[in-house]
């Protein structure tokens, strides 16, 4: 019988040196590939067809709210500049303040 645990469940205070303690401090975003079904006009002979693209998602770490999402065609940093300008827009972050970001530094993100 295995009396400990293989792993150590870690807490997102455990990740940070500086740990998020009040809300817009860190945002976390990363693009996913969701199935999106494709209406087109039945005369064309074509029903609901699938296609890739990819969500992009900006939520607040501290309480997973979030701010602002967009589906788009690939993953380029003009996506992700959009994104994080509407999600500054519906923060209340006064002028000047900027989050902490966490990323996995994919192409779009480091990209100029």
Excluded at 4 to 9: G, V
Excluded at 38 to 54: E, K, L, M, T
Excluded at 68 to 76: I, R, T, V, Y
Aim: glycine share 6%; charged share 15%; net charge neutral.
């Amino acid at each position: 019988m295995i009396t400990t645990p293989a792993y150590r469940l870690m807490e997102a205070t455990d990740q940070f040196y500086n740990p998020t303690t009040a809300p817009n401090q860190l945002w976390q975003t990363d693009f996913t590939a969701p199935a999106v079904p494709v209406f087109q006009d039945p005369g064309a002979g074509v029903g609901i067809i699938s296609r890739q693209c990819w969500m992009i998602t900006a939520p607040a770490a501290l309480s997973r709210y979030i701010l602002a999402w967009e589906l788009c065609p690939g993953m380029q940093a003009t996506d992700v500049e959009r994104t994080m300008q509407a999600a500054l827009k519906v923060s209340s972050l006064k002028s000047g303040q900027r989050p902490r970001m966490l990323s996995d530094n994919g192409s779009a993100y480091v990209s100029r």
